[in-house]
Nanobody, 125 residues
Framework: QVELVESGGGLVQAGESLRLSCAGS????????LGWFRQVPGKEREEVAV?????TITYADSVKGRFTVSRDKNHLYLQMDRLESEDTATYYC?????????????????????WGKGTLVTISS
């Protein structure tokens, strides 16, 4: 069983930066596919960035060039630069099976087995 806890959310102005962290416990995160997802009330959860066990990284088109995902043994990070009002959402980290992550065509939320409770990011314009 893996427990994931996000931190680092908050209120910032457009153009500023935030760094989200996700701490894992119960197991190291080395063997997992890890991802950041976000959700706005009334909308579907959106994949933001996924980093697989082998280091393969993918980003949503909307965040390419602005967000950077990274990981270490027990953490997942999301560096968010040049934030926009459209980035306002609750951000969730997730961990899943790396083989399933690699095989899924489409949103990889279906590959995730463990989810954090989320951290709210609010961007004021």
């Amino acid at each position: 069983q893996v427990e994931l806890v996000e931190s680092g959310g908050g209120l910032v102005q457009a153009g500023e930066s935030l760094r989200l962290s996700c701490a894992g416990s119960g197991s190291t995160l080395d063997d997992f596919c890890l991802g950041w997802f976000r959700q706005v009330p009334g909308k579907e959860r959106e994949e933001v960035a996924v980093i697989n066990e082998d280091g393969t990284i993918t980003y949503a088109d909307s965040v390419k060039g602005r967000f950077t995902v990274s990981r270490d043994k027990n953490h997942l990070y999301l560096q968010m630069d040049r934030l926009e009002s459209e980035d306002t959402a609750t951000y969730y980290c997730a961990a899943g099976n790396p083989s399933v992550c690699a095989a899924v065509i489409g949103p990889r939320s279906v590959a995730m087995d463990y989810w954090g409770k989320g951290t709210l990011v609010t961007i004021s314009s």
